[in-house]
């Protein structure tokens, strides 16, 4: 067989952690090509996203293929009914739960979408018809079966372990393979199954959000959060909790379901505050036990419901939403949305942060430009809806539950397809994070390691 060659273009998450959106093309005989693009995502925080998100894309929709998305976040899949509305007529490929998360996280983005828009949905970048329209091109693959996408290229997706149903894609084509990691878990999970093994990469494509830095042990972080909740309940607070509704939340219900029943805390009311994490917990139970690790399929094979205990309430309703605010303290809220900006978190920060006894707890990626940035980064007030709001509470974080691999884990994770990979691509991080991991990966691992630029295309030898 002749040499063939393929072309990478980095259409978005390159030098910001949001956005991804990749474009593979591979040739094929008779000068056709394979117009593969991977993720198709929204950017999330800085004041431009919303005109980010609404520009037109770089490359004509109707061109490509077929779209394999990693994983449900919508960092990951926010932009795909816009691309369907704007003539993509191929095949979306994820796995089931991916797929089945993935409408939930973009029916709920539409809804933002129109309220952003004044509710006018001329103005709206796509709506629930667009979303609609790309269910219908949506077809499952699962994990570690060999699947021809044609010009003699195959996919093989492996568990990524960062949230139920996320993959990684390997094509390979004549020996030679290029692997999409989407985003990497912090293996070991609480809920998932480990990070698998690359092996024989010869392009990579990694995140690397964390490329510059490690979490706390998981030991601390537990510790710390059963420290938070106590010191919360002895000052009878209000604990606030802005929660990605997916994986996050379940992390945080799984934990604080364990404290109940280890008898760490004592059992106080915890509001579950979001219509799209209830959604999403409905869909990990139904999953139950596909996609969990062994600890947790024998947790549920013993009758534990890992995702309810009693004093936990699903407040699915705006009205139930609002008593949650007469009902005495102390108690947990869990809200969203992770970075508050937006959804009915940001409501209990308006209702709770200027009272001392009550806490703000992070435990994710706040993006920069978000609310929950600004928090994170220690203002004393904060504008919420027009109202100047001060800051009395005590804003807490514990960076141990990210759902993505540190620094070391990183290294780690590449050291394993050392021996045949000619280049790792780092994104899907800011760029002091991107580069710091590019040079611990020269250093350290001894690979060709770069960040590319928006838009930068690079010929692969595959
Ligand atoms: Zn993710």
């Given at each position: 067989m002749s040499e063939k060659h393929s072309k990478l273009t980095f259409y978005g998450g390159t030098g910001i952690v949001t956005g991804a959106n990749f474009l593979l093309e591979i040739d094929g005989e008779n000068g056709k090509s394979l117009r593969i693009l991977v993720d198709c995502g929204f950017v999330q925080g800085g004041s431009d996203s919303h005109t980010l998100n609404a520009k037109a894309f770089p490359y004509e929709p109707n061109s490509i293929d077929i779209l394999f998305v990693t994983h449900a976040h919508l960092d990951h899949v926010g932009k795909i009914p816009k691309l369907v509305k704007d003539g993509f007529k191929g095949i979306i490929y994820s796995t089931r739960t991916t797929r089945e998360l993935a409408q939930v996280i973009m029916e709920d983005s539409a809804r933002l979408l129109l309220k952003d828009a004044g509710n006018n949905p001329k103005?709206?970048?796509?709506?629930?018809?667009?979303?609609?329209?790309?269910?219908?091109?949506?077809?499952?693959?699962?994990?570690?079966?060999?699947?021809?996408i044609g010009f003699g290229v195959s996919v093989y997706l492996k568990d990524a372990g960062h949230i139920l149903g996320s993959a990684m894609y390997e094509f390979s084509r004549s020996g030679r393979n290029i692997v999409f990691t989407g985003d990497l878990g912090n293996s070991p999970d609480l809920l998932l199954p480990d990070t698998e093994k690359i092996t024989d990469a010869n392009y990579l494509l990694m995140e690397s959000v964390?490329?510059?830095?490690?979490?706390?042990?998981?030991?601390?972080?537990?510790q710390k959060f059963v420290q938070i909740v106590k010191d919360n309940i002895a000052r009878k607070g209000v604990l606030v909790i802005p929660a990605f509704s997916l994986e996050r939340?379940?992390?945080?219900?799984?934990?604080?379901d364990e404290m109940v029943e280890q008898k760490l805390i004592p059992s106080i009311p915890v509001f579950l505050d979001s219509p799209m994490a209830i959604r999403v917990t409905e869909i990990y139970r139904k999953e139950m036990p596909n996609g969990f690790n062994d600890t947790i399929k024998k947790d549920i094979e013993s009758g534990d419901d890992i995702f309810s205990f009693p004093n936990l309430k699903y407040t699915l309703t705006t009205d139930e939403s609002k008593a949650i605010l007469g009902s005495p303290n102390p108690k947990i809220i869990i809200a969203g949305s992770g970075m508050s900006n937006g959804g009915r978190v940001i409501h209990h920060e308006k209702n709770y942060l200027p009272d001392p006894n009550n806490t703000l707890l992070m435990m994710g990626y706040e993006a920069v430009g978000t609310l929950g940035r600004t928090l994170m980064d220690g203002a004393k007030s904060v504008n919420i809806y027009g109202e100047n709001v001060a800051v009395r509470a005590k804003v807490a974080n514990i960076q141990g539950y990210s759902a993505h691999k540190d620094s070391d884990h990183l290294i780690e994770f590449v050291e394993d397809t050392k021996d045949t990979v000619e280049k790792v691509f780092c994104v899907m991080g800011e760029p002091k994070s991107s580069l710091f991991l590019v040079q611990r990966l020269r250093?350290?691992?001894?690979?060709?390691?770069?960040?590319?630029?928006?838009?930068?295309?690079?010929?692969?030898?595959?």
């Amino acid at each position: 067989m002749s040499e063939k060659h393929s072309k990478l273009t980095f259409y978005g998450g390159t030098g910001i952690v949001t956005g991804a959106n990749f474009l593979l093309e591979i040739d094929g005989e008779n000068g056709k090509s394979l117009r593969i693009l991977v993720d198709c995502g929204f950017v999330q925080g800085g004041s431009d996203s919303h005109t980010l998100n609404a520009k037109a894309f770089p490359y004509e929709p109707n061109s490509i293929d077929i779209l394999f998305v990693t994983h449900a976040h919508l960092d990951h899949v926010g932009k795909i009914p816009k691309l369907v509305k704007d003539g993509f007529k191929g095949i979306i490929y994820s796995t089931r739960t991916t797929r089945e998360l993935a409408q939930v996280i973009m029916e709920d983005s539409a809804r933002l979408l129109l309220k952003d828009a004044g509710n006018n949905p001329k103005k709206v970048i796509y709506n629930e018809e667009d979303i609609l329209s790309a269910m219908r091109l949506w077809k499952d693959i699962p994990y570690h079966t060999k699947t021809d996408i044609g010009f003699g290229v195959s996919v093989y997706l492996k568990d990524a372990g960062h949230i139920l149903g996320s993959a990684m894609y390997e094509f390979s084509r004549s020996g030679r393979n290029i692997v999409f990691t989407g985003d990497l878990g912090n293996s070991p999970d609480l809920l998932l199954p480990d990070t698998e093994k690359i092996t024989d990469a010869n392009y990579l494509l990694m995140e690397s959000v964390y490329g510059d830095r490690n979490h706390e042990s998981k030991e601390d972080r537990k510790q710390k959060f059963v420290q938070i909740v106590k010191d919360n309940i002895a000052r009878k607070g209000v604990l606030v909790i802005p929660a990605f509704s997916l994986e996050r939340t379940q992390i945080v219900l799984y934990e604080l379901d364990e404290m109940v029943e280890q008898k760490l805390i004592p059992s106080i009311p915890v509001f579950l505050d979001s219509p799209m994490a209830i959604r999403v917990t409905e869909i990990y139970r139904k999953e139950m036990p596909n996609g969990f690790n062994d600890t947790i399929k024998k947790d549920i094979e013993s009758g534990d419901d890992i995702f309810s205990f009693p004093n936990l309430k699903y407040t699915l309703t705006t009205d139930e939403s609002k008593a949650i605010l007469g009902s005495p303290n102390p108690k947990i809220i869990i809200a969203g949305s992770g970075m508050s900006n937006g959804g009915r978190v940001i409501h209990h920060e308006k209702n709770y942060l200027p009272d001392p006894n009550n806490t703000l707890l992070m435990m994710g990626y706040e993006a920069v430009g978000t609310l929950g940035r600004t928090l994170m980064d220690g203002a004393k007030s904060v504008n919420i809806y027009g109202e100047n709001v001060a800051v009395r509470a005590k804003v807490a974080n514990i960076q141990g539950y990210s759902a993505h691999k540190d620094s070391d884990h990183l290294i780690e994770f590449v050291e394993d397809t050392k021996d045949t990979v000619e280049k790792v691509f780092c994104v899907m991080g800011e760029p002091k994070s991107s580069l710091f991991l590019v040079q611990r990966l020269r250093d350290y691992v001894g690979v060709n390691a770069m960040m590319p630029k928006l838009g930068e295309s690079f010929d692969l030898n595959f």
